[in-house]
């Protein structure tokens, strides 16, 4: 089946224009997660999605991150006035849901953000 | 809160010889536990994971983990390197009964396989 799908796969900005990185997740998983990856670094939680529940949005670095989940399938992070130390690799994620903390994440490809 | 450290940045191994990566973790309660691995200009891919039952685990591509209580530990092997296996590896842990930033990661090591 399909599995995670981001887009786009490359975004060049200038600082200080908003971005927006898509992320569609695989059918079914109700748990969705995003995290930053700085090149050949870990990975830095930014936000999760647990079904209809509030996000956890206790990873975003700043005000100028947000993001949303339509319908609780296809995800949107956008960050406003880009700054050049958000350039990075965004990663999506999903899962099959609930709180267990039981199953695995599926990783998308992920966005390289790069601000000049 | 949950964390996680591995050790070690960089591995390397011969081709054919046994390879460790190693992880050790802190929760406050019980943990579940996975490894992924990162191969070069490709998202990441999950291996295996720890929930309960038996300590060792098998999971993708030959490799395996052994979930050690004690030592709070969750090293990741495999009884023979491929130079395929070059990649980064990433452990990461979840605090059962927690909720919000699930999953805490690693910084990751890079193994190297040699020919």
């Known amino acids: 089946g399909a599995g995670v799908s981001q887009s786009p796969s490359n975004k060049v900005t200038e600082k200080g224009k908003d971005v927006e990185l898509r992320c569609d997740p695989i059918s079914g998983h109700t748990a969705l997660y995003w995290y930053r990856q700085s090149l050949g670094q870990g990975l830095e939680f930014l936000i999760y999605f647990q079904g209809n529940s509030a996000p956890d949005k206790s990873g975003l670095p700043s005000d100028r991150f947000s993001a949303e989940r339509t319908g609780g399938s296809v995800s949107t992070l956008t960050i406003q006035r880009t700054q050049q130390e958000d350039s990075a690799v965004y990663l999506c994620?999903?899962?099959?849901?609930?709180?267990?903390?039981?199953?695995?994440?599926?990783f998308g490809p992920g966005t390289r953000l790069t601000v000049t | 809160a949950q964390s996680v450290a591995q050790p070690e940045d960089q591995v390397n191994v011969a081709e054919g010889n046994p390879l460790t990566v190693k992880c050790t973790y802190s929760v406050s309660g019980n943990p579940y536990l996975f490894w992924y691995v990162q191969y070069p200009n490709r998202g990441l891919q999950f291996l295996l994971k720890y929930i309960t039952g038996d300590n060792l685990v098998k999971g993708s591509y030959g490799f395996e983990a052994e979930f050690n209580k004690s030592q709070t530990s969750f090293h990741l092997k495999k009884p023979s390197a491929l130079v395929s296996d070059s990649a980064l590896y990433f452990c990461a842990v979840r605090d059962i009964g927690g909720y919000g930033q699930n999953f805490v990661f690693g910084p990751g090591t890079r193994l190297s396989v040699l020919p």
């Open positions: 994620a999903s899962s099959l849901g609930g709180t267990s903390g039981l199953y695995e994440q599926y």
